[in-house]
């Protein structure tokens, strides 16, 4: 597979890497078989998190002997300095090594959470002392918030961004991927699949690699996903006509009720984490089912609820989306989905 250059981290990557976040669903003997399956058709970037619950363990057993010719990135969402200190100790641990090639500060989507990384004695400079003392051997951001996204790569603070891209959300193209090139900041494409909606991987992977200086990390939970994606990127990568109309049919389609997570729409009079709940289908995709019904989207759903009716997010969305029926509709599924998954594992 052919590699690239991550931006100034000089880091030469698998033009495809691998997101470790659908390994949680699977056993851990197939959740190892699919990180081997990526090195061996020479995927060499790895990514997790220490919110993926047992993504880094998993993925540490899969690398292991193998450690050197694997570049491993994780992440945190610590706040304080006690939580990363305490996150990277146990990233380190769960991954068997001891470095890790690319640490990144975990969804910084406003102004407070970049403003307590990058302040003086914040927890950038935290991280800084664990990259001179060999732990961390570069330092990178991620964020859903185009804004915030601009804000860090523009900083020189960090030395990549992940951010998500794909055909549907694209606002990336324009601006961001420019000004990541003029500073050298690596880019990584998170959701590039648009966390699940899109079903076509064949355009929407000929999308992404008409941008040969970016990394996509598809969430990969079965060996024959990661097969077809690498399929598509050796025998036909190039978009053809027919392609293009189709992507046009596509984002046609999605776009009347297409959530781009940009969180605009916020703040909510009921405090509901609208996106969470806007995108609720591609969360079932992604994560184990007693996460699923039970965890952060459990409460999203409970909050939504609490709807007030007062339309303040619709006048805000740069997407016109009818905010409140998706929420009601979103609600309902959920209902009926978890009823039957209560029903199969016989809880009461
Ligand atoms: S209409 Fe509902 S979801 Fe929208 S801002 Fe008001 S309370 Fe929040
Ligand atoms: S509902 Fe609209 S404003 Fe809110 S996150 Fe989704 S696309 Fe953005």
Known sequence: MQKIRLGRTGMIVSQLGFGGIPIQRDTEDEAIAVVRRCLELGINYIDTANGYTTSEERIGKAVAGKREKVIIATKTGGRTREEVEKHLDLSLKRLQTGYIDLYQF???????????????????????????????????????????????????????????????????ATELIPLARQHDVGFIVMKPLAGGMLDNARIAFKYLFQFPDVVPIPGIEKVHEIEEIVGILENSPLMTAADKAEMTRMRNELGKEFCHRCDYCQPCTAEIPISTVMTSPSFAKRLPEERFYTDMIAKAMEAAGKCVDCGKCEERCPYKLPIRQVLKDRIEWYDNKKKEYFARKGIS
Do not use: C, W
């Open 106 to 172: 975990h969804g910084v989507n406003n102004d407070k959470h970049y403003n307590a990384i990058v302040e003086p004695d914040g927890l950038l400079s935290f991280v800084e002392k664990a990259k001179k003392a060999g732990k961390i051997r570069h330092i990178g951001i991620t964020s859903h918030q185009i804004d915030m996204a601009k804000r860090a790569v523009a900083s020189d603070l960090f030395e990549t961004i992940m951010f998500p891209f794909n055909f549907v959300t694209d606002e990336a």
